[in-house]
């Protein structure tokens, strides 16, 4: 129970940071040849 707790953690936090790192990413990328709705 311990193991499978300890990979979905690991798999959320990894998920967020890559979700946090593309937003930044995709942001600027996205607001300059396209604009945001």
Known sequence: M???G???RSTA????EQF???EP???PN???P???P
Do not use: R
């Not at 936090?13 to 967020?16: H, P, T």
């Open 34 to 36: 396209s604009p945001v």
């Open 6 to 8: 300890k990979y979905t």
């Open 13 to 16: 936090n990894k998920g967020k």
């Open 25 to 27: 990413h995709t942001a």
């Open 20 to 22: 946090k790192n593309k």
């Open 2 to 4: 311990s193991t499978p």
């Open 30 to 32: 996205k607001k300059g």
